[in-house]
């Protein structure tokens, strides 16, 4: 028997139950909804694990696969090197390291399931080592991705080199160069070696199952091909933009990349993210820009980076300079963000403004940042959060989201994941705000 | 096609199953909608907004049984966030209007005295009689404890019941 208010309220209920659901607009909204679900997901949701070890390795990934469709002929022919040369087309390092024969070739395969795996060749020196492999599927398997590649040595151990591998859907259709990516870290590889390759039957890159059987590539490389293929430039020169002591402490030049060692003065007022324009100038105004594909940096701690160029090692030229004329950088005073996720307060940010909101979104903490530029993640990217105890929260993992219109959305894991009550703290270790001026070192 | 079936589906990426589970919601959701953001064009707005979200998180539904209260939790989250922004008291006209004239001094009557409990307390008695969930479901929706919920609702039933005495309003008393 309900009582005298519970019937008001029932009526109440009536009274909603009475209204007519306007059928053709609440199917288009759905339609909408799926279809800009559909579009976010594939497009623009970037994941990004933090790392919480002291070398942090900076990637990008501009090029891990390129597709036959958009080969041009403005580079170097090179029989049997044609779908390489075009996936490494954006390093001008790399293309010159085929063109001069740099290029080792391996040709194994292992097939199983109908697909066949093919390691090409790979380009090696004391740096590191770019795999080039390629997919081909016999029967009509749809919905493969790249599960996990790992190296390891002729007896199956891990390598543990610092790697960059494009781990998604495959494409059978347009037969793709992929590329993967293994940095040393001083230590030398062993001459025999095995790429290891799971694949997942999946779609849009979910993975539903993973394939029962491995794909087993072992090779050897030539050592004697590459080694002492190297040369060392001390600079140790400082310059000074808006105030900010940069100095530039070595050079060391390799087939694969060439490293700059950098490092800013700890008394700077500024912290310094990133470089924008670094790059290599030769007696001719031939330039050598960043790596744009893979490992861009690795930063030894805050102040001290080695950034990664594309290589003029072939070229041997006469005169060389190092130029950069913008770096993004954010006052030390201004790179934590300090938000209240009981009121959804931002505390502190950045004071131009730039952090818009915080919100929840499910478990998650969401912060918008308006974005300049309409294309790219606007150059954003945060330490992992700390609750009020100093404790790292969630697993470092960090969801980036955008499109065209819409300012960066970054999703950070908070609830549920048992922080200590109270403001957290975000790091920022990138930012788009910039500090200018003009700076030409000589390096030969 | 079994509601637990089709969100299996749905997490698999089956793209029709999961239309299926919006088209199976959409009334009870507008209606929800509607109660909270009070017009109709809103109204549809947050079901495109719901389903966006849905759609790229319905991977994370570990339980099938939950989906609904878990769909039901991402348009309250949504909704709240909206009056938030909007930070006015929104006017029934538009959701007056889209009632017939028998349930709309019912409605007013009730939406009056509602307004004046607090938004928990107001958000539990909607859920449970306007909106007709059971206790479990609405503990699941507000991630609370059923014994949370039953405290909420028997002080909002009495206070309630107090306003209503003091406008003389129940009928048989």
């Known amino acids: 028997m309900l009582n005298a208010e519970e019937k008001k309220l029932t009526k ?32 623009n949701l970037l994941f990004i694990r933090t790392l919480a070890s002291a070398a942090i390795l900076i990637f990008a990934f501009t090029a891990m696969l390129r597709t036959s469709e958009t080969f041009a002929s403005y580079v170097t022919s090179i029989p049997g090197m044609e779908k390489i040369v075009e996936l490494v087309r954006f390093d001008k390092g790399l293309t010159s390291a085929i063109e001069n024969d740099f290029a080792q070739k391996i040709g194994v395969s292992d097939e199983h399931d109908g697909i066949k795996i093919t390691l090409d060749s790979v380009i090696v020196d004391e740096q590191m080592m770019v795999l080039f492999y390629q997919m081909e599927s016999s029967g009509n398997r749809k919905d493969i991705s790249i599960k996990d590649i790992q190296l390891t040595d002729d007896q199956g151990k891990s390598l543990g080199f ?10 059978f259709q347009q037969k793709n160069v992929y590329q993967a990516t293994y940095t040393f870290d ?7 070696m095995k790429m290891n390759i799971w694949l997942a039957e999946g779609r849009d890159g979910e993975v539903i199952t993973k394939l029962e059987d491995k794909w087993v590539l072992p090779f050897s490389v030539d050592r004697d091909s590459f080694m002492g293929k190297k040369e060392f430039i001390d600079v140790n020169e400082t310059v000074t933009i808006e105030g900010q002591k940069i100095t530039i402490e070595k050079v060391s030049i390799y087939p694969t990349q060439i490293g700059v060692i950098v490092h800013f003065d700890e008394d700077n007022t500024k912290q310094i993210f990133r470089f924008e324009d670094l790059r290599l100038v030769d007696e001719t ?17 805050e102040n001290r980076h080695e950034v990664y160029l594309q290589s003029n090692y072939f070229k041997k030229p006469k005169e060389l300079y190092l130029r950069f004329n913008s770096l993004r950088a954010l006052g030390k005073d201004e790179v ?18 730039r952090l818009l909101k915080v919100s929840r979104e499910e478990n998650q903490l969401l912060l918008t940042f308006q974005r300049d530029s309409k294309d790219g993640h606007g150059n954003i990217s945060i330490d992992q959060a700390v609750d009020p105890s100093g404790k790292e929260i969630g697993d470092g993992s960090a969801s980036f989201r955008w499109n065209d219109e819409s300012p960066l959305e970054v999703l950070i894991p908070y609830f549920g994941e048992g922080a200590a009550p109270g403001p957290i703290t975000l790091k920022l270790n990138d930012y788009p705000a910039t500090i200018k001026g003009e700076a030409k070192i000589r390096l030969k | 096609m079994e509601l637990q079936e089709l969100v299996q589906k749905a997490k698999k990426g089956d793209e029709a199953a999961f239309y299926e589970l919006m088209q199976l919601h959409k009334g009870r959701l507008y209606r929800i909608a509607l109660s909270y953001l009070k017009n109709s064009e809103d109204a549809v707005e947050a079901l495109q907004e719901v389903t966006y979200r849905t759609f790229r998180s319905i991977r994370k539904v570990k339980e099938p049984q939950y989906f609904t209260t878990w769909l039901t939790r991402i348009l309250i ?8 922004k909007k930070k006015r008291t929104l006017v029934s006209d538009n959701l007056i209007s889209l009632m017939g004239s028998e349930h709309q001094s019912s409605w007013l009557e009730v939406e009056e005295v509602i307004s004046k409990l607090d938004s928990k307390t107001r958000q539990v008695i909607e859920l449970k009689y306007v909106h007709d969930f059971k206790i479990k479901e609405i503990a699941e929706i507000l991630e609370c404890p059923e014994g949370t919920v039953k405290t909420w609702l028997n002080k909002g039933l009495k206070e309630l019941r107090g306003q209503l005495e003091e406008k003389g309003g129940l009928g048989y008393a």
């Not at chain 1, 139950?17 to 594939?42: C, H, R, T």
Request: proline share 7%; hydrophobic share 35%; glycine share 8%.
């Open chain 1, 12 to 43: 109440a209920q009536a009274a909603l139950e009475n209204i007519e659901v306007p059928e053709f607009q609440l199917d288009a909204a759905i339609a909408a909804g799926i279809s800009k679900g559909k579009k976010k997901q594939k497009k």
């Open chain 1, 162 to 171: 610092s790697s960059s591998v494009w781990l998604g859907p495959v494409d």
């Open chain 1, 186 to 192: 001083g230590r030398l590889p062993p001459e025999n």
């Open chain 1, 285 to 301: 105004g031939e330039e050598w820009a960043a790596i744009s594909n893979g490992t861009i940096a690795s930063h030894f701690n």
């Open chain 1, 336 to 353: 934590e963000i300090m938000i209240d996720p009981g009121k959804m307060e931002v505390l502190k940010a950045p004071s131009d403004g």
């Open chain 2, 77 to 84: 989250n949504y909704c709240n966030d909206e009056l938030k």
